[in-house]
């Protein structure tokens, strides 16, 4: 890069220089600290990655090894020059988080003891209403390490087979076998980490003894089968390996579930708001308790999310007991109010399902009783009804009450995917995450985590943005400006608990391809278990909407301490080929 020519108007053009990269001078600092003669020894790069790094256990092998893979860069081949050093620190080879790491959680405990990754109508394309039914975004999901795959199923419109659609809406059908097949296919390329099939059931008996059929003779003997119709127990992640797991309500007539209507109201009300920026909105704030829109209403109401049960209604007669049997994880609400919904059973576990307004509201008046139910049993939390575009909501407020399965529309890019991507970048990506012990205790008096209550500061993270590179190669000359180039600024901060929550941002370089902040920020965290750091580069306009830059969110309770280069991301969550961050995090 020399220069960069805009054309302002017909008579007039701008030339702008073009830098190459240049270390930051703390970048430069630490250098002469840890080099001799402006040379990095394997030694003294050893010493860097314990004191700076925190790298603890790093050895001068470890070390050398990363000497010998810039050697092409320079003549000397016992050690790093300031340039060579400089490209290490930017190079893939420093990620934020340790690609070693792996599953390091304990994945012997009960399914109940995990957040685990999910998705809300799984097969849909695109929006609520119209899009089309595939099976292609169900193998987008499960090669993403997505592990809870929704289905909903009804009868075609001949009445002789089983269609997945969208229920009442104008979206095109897919077979359920091929759903099935693809599932079986691609199940475990991403985890060996068990799936589970949710299944919204809309079929008459004969219809869901095929759908046992089709089941059965798909997974075979991947697929899990309950020794007893309710399990006292959820078995654990490690035990159901590479298996196939059925979750839906206990089957009843297809006239009944017809008139009461589908559940989650999906296709009903209007539209949430569009989106206000090109890359998504911004995600709700958590601090208040509620969401405004739901503040109004009594936290007892509106309880309709599944059609109510009661286990000792004996009226079934005509169900398929063959389907029945296929039901590991047992869903459906008891019959009566919230505090009957959330009672703890010793002898069974189940699955409860909420939408984000109904444990929006839930949560004011009994946030206590929400994490005492999902210690032993599953809370699934889903999108509003009125969410027609597949957008999503704040994950944090399902997290924060112990719900294992924050249901998502896996194409309804934005923010609030962002964060459900990086908090599933943990252990390893598998797809299962251990709640924190604070979510899983219960103390002497029977207390359990207040989410509302306010918690002494853990620890700080410190986050210092040095500088950017890669734009200028992956996207076109006038991508963000037609007349200069780009004016970058970063937003960076958390995403948590209340407290925690908030966003911060450096200044905007103006017309540099390769910006410099220099620039600290410090977020002092009460549940650091929980948080999630948010970094996202937009580019300023002043006429228009500010352009986006790149994103990527990170579990703080996996960051590596040090400077590290940090890749971003599209809207989508794909990775850019060559923009990355040069920062430093540091823990206090």
Wanted: hydrophobic share 35%; with cysteine.
């Amino acid at each position: 890069m020399s220069k960069q020519t805009y054309s302002v108007c017909f008579c007039w053009q701008r030339r702008f220089k073009l830098a190459l990269a240049e270390a930051p001078p703390e970048i430069k600092t630490f250098f002469e600290e840890y080099s001799e003669n402006e040379l990095m020894t394997a030694s003294h790069l050893r010493r860097f990655m314990v004191e700076v790094q925190r790298q603890e256990k790093a050895t001068e092998e470890e070390a050398q090894t990363i000497i010998d893979s810039f050697k092409h860069f320079h003549r000397k081949g016992h050690g790093l020059n300031l340039e060579t050093f400089f490209k290490y620190l930017f190079s893939d080879d420093n990620p934020p988080l340790s690609p070693s790491l792996g599953v390091h959680h304990d994945m012997t405990l009960p399914l109940s003891h995990y957040f685990i990754y999910t998705g809300h109508n799984s097969y849909l394309t695109g929006n609520q209403l119209s899009s089309d039914c595939s099976d292609v975004p169900i193998i987008n999901a499960l090669k993403g390490g997505v592990r809870v795959i929704e289905l909903d199923i009804w009868p075609n419109a001949t009445k002789d087979d089983i269609d997945v659609l969208h229920g009442r809406t104008l979206t095109t059908p897919v077979e359920l076998i091929k759903c099935l097949r693809s599932i079986k296919e691609h199940a475990f390329e991403a985890s060996e980490y068990p799936v589970i099939i949710t299944l919204e059931d809309h079929l008459t008996p004969d219809l869901q003894a095929k759908v046992a059929e089709m089941v059965t003779q798909t997974f075979g003997d991947i697929l899990f089968y309950p020794t007893s119709e309710s399990l006292k127990e959820f078995p654990s992640p490690e035990s159901l390996k590479r298996r196939i797991i059925i979750s839906t309500k206990p089957p009843k007539e297809y006239l009944e579930t017809k008139e009461k209507g589908k559940g989650d109201d999906s296709q009903q009300g209007k539209a949430s708001s569009g989106d206000d920026e090109a890359w998504g909105k911004e995600v709700p704030s958590l601090k208040g308790g509620t969401i405004a829109d739901y503040k109004e209403n009594s936290a007892d109401e509106d309880l309709n999310g599944e059609e109510e049960f009661d286990e000792s209604d004996k009226s079934h007669h005509n169900e398929a007991p063959e389907y029945r049997r296929l039901i590991a994880i047992h869903a459906g609400k008891p019959k009566g109010g919230l505090a009957e919904c959330l009672k703890v059973d010793p002898d069974k576990v189940r699955r409860l399902s909420l939408s984000e307004q109904q444990l929006e509201k839930a949560a004011i008046n009994h946030g206590q009783q929400i994490v005492r139910f999902t210690q032993r049993n599953i809370l699934r939390v889903y999108p509003k009804g009125t969410r027609i575009d597949s957008s999503n909501y704040n994950p944090l407020i399902g997290w924060m009450h112990g719900a294992q399965m924050v249901a998502f529309n896996m194409q309804g890019y934005g923010r609030s995917l962002w964060l459900m991507h990086g908090m599933f970048k943990s252990n390893g990506g598998c797809g299962y995450i251990k709640k924190p012990d604070f979510l899983l205790k219960t103390g002497l008096n029977n207390e359990v985590f207040d989410p509302k209550a306010k918690l002494p500061v853990k620890t700080t993270l410190k986050v210092t943005v040095y500088m950017g590179e890669g734009w200028y190669y992956d996207f076109g000359r006038t991508h963000f400006d037609r007349y200069s180039p780009p004016d970058f600024y970063t937003r960076v901060g958390i995403a948590g608990v209340p407290s925690d929550t908030i966003m911060k941002k450096t200044k905007a370089i103006e017309d540099n391809w390769l910006p410099t902040w220099n620039e600290a920020f410090e977020f002092p965290l009460t549940v650091p278990e929980l948080a999630l750091l948010r970094i996202e580069v937009h580019e300023y306009d002043m006429s228009e909407k500010d352009d986006f830059g790149g994103q990527i969110c990170l579990p703080v309770w996996e960051l590596r301490s040090g400077i590290r280069a940090v890749p971003l991301h599209g809207r989508k969550g794909e990775k850019y080929k060559s923009v990355k961050l040069l920062m430093r995090f540091e823990f206090c």
